[in-house]
């Protein structure tokens, strides 16, 4: 069932998008696992628009906040005003099921903050007062990378809530001719119906949470983070949430793949997005050119997957 | 009743004794090498070791101040005391973390976790005794762990009448070794009463070493420290009939490689060689170095029993020579010494054969045909096994041609070997399909593991007519 629902949502992204399967793939991943996802790339590689014609698909309330450094938190969550005698709750645009904040690291540290509490508990406190938010609440979280001037790069433990970091790249040159056939008119975005629902995705949801692990496969994914914590170029590794996150993205990744099991390739194909932006490298190497994904993929070959063992 | 994780948890009945009967004679064994006052200390460790896991760094720490404990009163200034009273006391604390290692190695399943403890045993305790023992503890804890491995595959143990008739025929030969070289040697005590008789039999180098019963005109027995227990002849001929068992092996196997054949499988080849290899440089060089090379020193080789006699300035002078006491003195006749060095290398060569075949045949028998089921019947352990060996047999089918990588998962082996061997890319593939469920979801069928079993067996045919 989840295969099926995955195929036709993909079909329906690759209306707008050209070439995205993959992180149309780990998108629906984060989604899937309850999680939140970070697209972080240059501007113009399609990081909104791939937001947007997902959520376009999938039949969710969508809304879109661009940060800025005059962002304030109340204006994401939103406010108490006083009408007709008592105070009225507006809600923010937090409220809704998947949430487009477009260039995160814009936005001021505080503002940031509000956010991210909302992403990790799934609700939000204004002046004393919780309101649940209405599951399934996403967020797709895009950024430029930290090195562009006027951004506010978010810290480690706020980068650790995010399910998994993402990059689109830039496209080939047959797939960038595509893109130039395809926006000649009107954009497809505009056009695009849903083929999904609220109900159905929380369906998958509660799917995915009933995929199988092998306990051999558990040690594989403890192993595999505790080997990005014994690196030598790390100076932060990856966390127990990290642990928990990549098990989870595995499970969902299985799950889309049509299985009620997780295989090792499962854990290796979200191991990067899930794992990278949670290591924090020492400076030294990273002046030698060393990336978390260096780190990341020594871990993968250093670790053996559980298999048969010859003796 | 047993608590622990490691003996507990296999739910094969016959995994449970053999692991049970393991941790027994691992225990025994260290028991050997242990003065009768350290036995409490010994028994503590054992037991808190084997069924209180949340003890064992605290036994491990505890070690040393037991060793203290018993050693206390020693006079460290003396040298004799120290030797006789202090050095095996102190034996305890080598002999209880190399139990700890060896358990440990044990119940993570290390099929070579025995050797550590064996090195210990013959480097504190060189004897006879203590090389059988370790053979039979080689092979004890090789079926314990193959058992182990079979009931996690759900299949069951099967010996295989080869394994057996090795053992017994190994148990024989051990036996008839053990006659010549331990306390119960009936060589010795029949020679004992009949010191002539060894002079006439043996050889004239080793005939030279009085043999004595007392007699009136002989001098007080000696010390026997700083004498050769093997002359440099017979550590010569113990070398030669080493490196011939081992030729004798390597030559077997090539012959059996190159007749090839169902029946040739070589799963074990390696492992049996370095098995013997690791057991005959363990007897030469403590017969070397013990033995032959510093005879100052030297405490005696496996064959021989060579024992410090008491002090003798305070010792009653008999009374006559009927009452005279008997003093043992070594006793290596070259014939007889010569006779039990041919039994103990025909039983290790016994040994290492039935252990192999044990390892190769527990789980799936080779030659038996895969039950056939008309029906899909549910999933079962037993057809998961019949998979997971299948799957197996492909590994080791294609170890030499093209290995494994430990960091591969079985779909990226199965895209690798396919696109070096594409003929053979279907049934790796196939084969791939059919054990990743049954290897990560916990499924199978009597179906699918015969068709398992049929892919791993065109993939065997299909690199072996690659290796023609």
Known sequence: MIETWYQKVKENVENVMVGQDEPTFLLLVALA??????????????????????????????????????LMPSDL?????????RFEFVPGPVFTHVLLVDEINRATP?????????????????????????????????????????????????????????????????????????????????????????????????????????????????????????HEAVELGASPRATLALQRAAMAAAALSGRDFVLPDDVKRVAHPVL???????????????????????????????????G | MLSTTTLAAPRNRTARVLSVLCAAALAAWGWLLLPSEAMPGWLAFVAVYLLFPPGRTLAVLLAPFFVAYLAWGVDLRDAHEVQQAAWRMLAFVPVAWDF??????????????????????LALAPSGLMLAVGLGMALLWQAAIQARTAAELGTAVRWQPRALAGLALGAVLLAGALAFVGPWSWPRLALAGAPQAVASAGAPAIDALPTVEGAPASPPAQPLVGEPSLRLEQAFQLVVSLVLLFVALVLLAVWRRGRGGPGARWRG?????????????????????????????????????????????????PASPSEAPVTSRRVIP??????????????????????????????RAPDEPAPAREKRSAPTRADAGRVRAAYRRFLQAARRRLPRASYETPREYAQRFGARFPELAGAARGLTELYEPVRYGGRA????????????????????????
Do not use: C
């Open chain 1, 33 to 70: 696992s309850e999680g939140h996802a970070l697209l972080e790339d240059v501007p113009g590689t399609g990081k909104t628009m791939l937001a947007r014609s997902l959520a376009a698909s999938l039949g969710l309330g969508f809304k879109r906040v661009q940060f800025t450094p005059d």
């Open chain 1, 77 to 85: 969550t939103g406010v108490n005003v006083w009408r007709e005698g």
């Open chain 1, 110 to 230: 505080k503002t940031q903050a509000a956010l991210l509490e909302a992403m990790a508990e799934g609700q939000v406190t204004t002046d004393g007062q919780t309101r649940r938010l209405e599951p399934p609440f996403f967020v797709i979280a895009t950024q430029n990378p930290v090195e562009m001037d006027g951004t506010f790069p978010l810290p480690e433990a706020q980068l650790d809530r995010f399910l998994m970091r993402l990059r689109l790249g830039y496209p080939s040159l047959e797939e960038e001719v595509a893109v130039l056939e395809r926006l000649r008119g009107a954009h497809p975005v505009e056009a695009l119906e849903a083929v999904s629902s609220p109900a159905e995705v929380r369906e998958v949801q509660a799917q995915v949470r009933r995929v199988r692990v092998d306990p051999s496969l558990q040690r594989y994914v403890v192993a595999i983070v505790r080997a990005t914590r014994e």
């Open chain 1, 276 to 310: 990278e932006h949670r290591l924090l490298l020492r400076p030294e190497v990273r002046l030698e050119g060393v990336r978390p994904e260096h780190v990341v993929e020594a871990a993968l070959r250093a670790v053996a997957v559980p298999t048969e063992e010859l």
């Open chain 2, 100 to 121: 700890a290692l060896s358990w440990t190695l044990f119940e993570r399943g290390h099929r070579w976790g025995w050797l550590a403890f064996g090195a210990v045993a």
């Open chain 2, 269 to 317: 080849f390696w492992g049996a060689l370095l098995l013997g290899t690791v057991i005959g440089l363990a007897v030469v060089s403590w017969l070397f170095f013990l033995g032959v090379l510093a005879p100052g020193e030297g405490i005696g080789g496996g064959l021989a029993w060579s024992r410090v006699a008491p002090p003798a300035p305070t010792a009653p002078a």
């Open chain 2, 334 to 363: 070259g014939a007889w010494g010569w006779l039990a060095l041919s039994l103990l290398a025909l039983a290790l060569l016994a040994v290492v054969w039935a252990w192999r075949w044990v390892l190769v045949d527990v789980g």
């Open chain 2, 445 to 468: 069928d009597a179906e699918e593991a015969a068709r398992a079993e049929a892919w791993a067996d065109a993939l065997e045919a299909g690199l072996k007519e690659e290796t023609l």
